[in-house]
């Protein structure tokens, strides 16, 4: 979504800008724009379009300056248009960049038209130029004018603010958007994300909710939410500048797992604040939309529809919608029936996969309420033709066998089910629980990436094996589909997965002590009836690998291996959790089989033909 850039120098920082710019086009945008203090004013420059577009016009018409801020603008409030892109002004000696939404902006959108204020966009962000100059205007100097300001509002922001009366001076200010400062020498720089800075530097100071910062050329101080002067303290990062590099890894796709906690925690950026969802995250019409939803129809192919079928038990769930999953490739050659105010959400990796987009415009003319997307790539095919959209920011996915972006693509689709939930069987307590339990993911990725040397040593025991079965029930079933596929995909091992409770209806045929089967086993509502179809495997002679919630009662013993998985795992954040250990295994059992790990053999990463 929408990315920042600001530095404050002794040099031209236009170079600087623009780079950053580039380094965040992974996050969508529909404009992007620049700013500098040069010759006693704000000069600015902002184009619709990509930071191609930005770029030729900076050629034809240059600027300069020590000081300065950029965007790509995701559109919220107000359509894409040059008019509506970032920075915005207020008068010709003010600027600001915005990350984020703010609820309250009509409100004070009409104080400040009292005032005699003229608002020249639709955005909530010229709201919050505005507001800063009206509290200049009252004495106050930049710094104090933006506390003064951040305080009125509501909702989430990342921002940065400048000023021609000012010009070696940037304000930022954080609460639900990330920002970081990058510390250089005579230098200082502001970003979004740590990777629009690796150029040209790799010390960074992290915000932290609340805090207010004012940042000059050769220092910065920070405050933190109740006006305290804090010292945060300066990250080296071993993050590389290219996003095509390995870089302590093997493989990218052991450096993709590792990135997930980083991952899903940029998909929720700027999306949940204050215990909320903001639907304003999906598009502009979001709220509408999910008002008038009566039915869910979800289509996509492989992994994706693996996310989707998990999304499928929490919005009947949590939501009390119907929902149907299909396969896109089978969706597009029936005549399906489609219920009143059915919202059709499509998930892709890449957005060009050719089922899910031949679905998607066969959607378009078959009489559904509305159109989503779920996608990683924000130019794509998918994002471009769908009204609604949820990027997932995962980051270049290098790896074919998709894993950053199955676990972004299940923290997108939790929110979908906060977003419909809101006008359908969620009050705003459990809302709020929801949402503190999505924010809770990263953290407990990291902690469940520390079973990394456990599976590579269970790998060892799948060397020689040529079939696996995988068990789930609920919403863990399709976190099983997902675990057979991976290892199937990349060390070409058969794998397949059941909902446990079938197998007596067949798959019991298959057990023996030559054939290991892999269950989940989280502590929710079916873990009694999970721990009885274990025994079934068992009284055949079943190897037994059991992923477990430490409270699921399921201990080691012969033939029976219990994985630990971390404590206090809830029914909305198991099916991410489980996952990551299940994509470790099948890589640590590729790597033993000696295969091509990050490019199987008769598989693409973006599948573009029927």
Request: charged letters at 25%.
């Amino acid at each position: 979504m929408c990315g920042i850039v600001g530095a404050v120098a002794e040099r031209n920082v236009i170079p600087i800008l623009i780079e950053g710019l580039n380094r965040l086009e992974y996050r969508g945008y529909d404009s992007a724009g620049v700013a500098t203090v040069g010759n006693g004013q704000v000069e600015r420059r902002r184009r619709l379009g990509k930071v191609a577009e930005l770029e030729a016009a900076l050629d034809a018409d240059p600027v300069r300056g020590h000081t300065g801020i950029a965007h790509t603008r995701w559109a919220t409030h107000g359509v894409p248009s040059e008019d509506n892109a970032h920075p915005h002004v207020s008068g010709d000696r003010l600027a600001i960049v915005h990350n984020g939404i703010i609820e309250n902006h009509e409100q004070l959108r009409a104080e400040l038209e009292t005032e005699g204020y003229r608002f020249d966009t639709d955005t909530d962000t010229e709201v919050i130029v505005h507001r800063v100059h009206e509290h200049l205007e009252s004495g106050q100097d930049l710094l104090e004018a933006v506390r003064a300001t951040v305080k009125e509002l509501e909702g989430a922001y990342a921002l940065v603010v400048m000023s021609a009366d000012d010009p070696d001076r940037l304000i930022l200010a954080r609460c639900g958007c990330p920002v970081v400062i990058g510390e250089g020498i005579g230098e200082h720089f502001v970003a979004s994300d740590v990777a629009a800075l690796l150029p040209v530097t790799r010390r960074f100071v992290f915000l932290e909710e609340g805090d207010v910062a004012d940042i000059r050329p050769a220092g910065l101080r920070v405050w933190d939410a109740d006006d305290r002067e804090v010292d945060r303290p300066v990250t080296e990062s071993e993050l590389s500048a290219d996003a095509a590099d390995k870089g302590k890894y093997r493989h990218f796709m052991l450096k993709e797992i590792h990135e997930q906690p980083r991952a899903v925690a940029q998909t929720l950026e700027e999306r949940v604040a204050g215990g909320r969802l903001l639907e304003a995250a999906f598009g502009p019409a979001a709220s509408k939309v999910f008002e008038k939803t009566k039915a869910v129809h979800i289509i996509a192919c492989g992994t994706s529809y693996h996310a989707g079928l998990v999304a499928r038990y929490m919005i009947e769930q949590i939501c009390r919608l119907p929902c149907r999953v299909e396969i896109a490739s089978e969706f597009r050659y029936r005549n399906p029936v489609v219920l009143n105010n059915t919202l059709f959400v499509s998930i892709s990796q890449s957005g060009e996969t050719a089922d899910t987009l031949a679905a998607l415009r066969l959607a378009k003319e078959g009489g559904f309420l509305s159109t989503l997307a779920i996608c990683n790539v924000p130019e794509s095919s998918l994002v471009r033709e769908s009204e609604l959209v949820m990027l997932t920011r995962a980051g270049p996915e290098i790896g074919v066998a998709s894993t950053k972006a199955f676990t972004t693509q299940l923290a997108a689709l939790s929110m979908l089910v906060l977003g419909l939930g809101k006008y359908h069987n969620i009050d705003a307590e459990r809302e709020r629980g929801l949402v503190n339990r999505l924010i809770e993911l990263p953290a407990i990725i990291e902690r469940t990436l520390a079973l990394d040397p456990v599976m590579r040593d269970l790998a060892e025991r799948f060397s020689e094996k040529h079939h696996t079965l995988f068990l789930g029930r609920g919403a863990l079933f399709p976190v099983a589909m997902e675990g057979a596929l991976k290892l199937k995909e990349i060390s070409y091992i058969h794998a397949e997965a059941y909902a446990a409770g079938e197998l007596k209806h067949g798959p019991l045929a298959l057990v023996d002590d030559d054939m290991p089967v892999i269950a989940v086993a989280p502590n929710d509502d079916l873990v009694e009836k999970l721990k009885s179809n274990l025994m079934e495997v068992r009284a055949r002679g079943g190897e037994l690998i059991v992923f477990a919630d430490r409270e699921a009662g399921i201990e080691t013993s012969e033939g029976v291996t219990v994985i630990k998985m971390p404590d206090h795992v809830t029914y909305f954040q198991a099916p991410v959790v489980y996952t990551v250990p299940l994509q470790l295994l099948s890589y640590h059992v590729a790597v033993l089989k000696g295969t091509d790990v990050d490019q199987p053999r008769n598989l693409a990463k973006s599948v573009t033909v029927e």
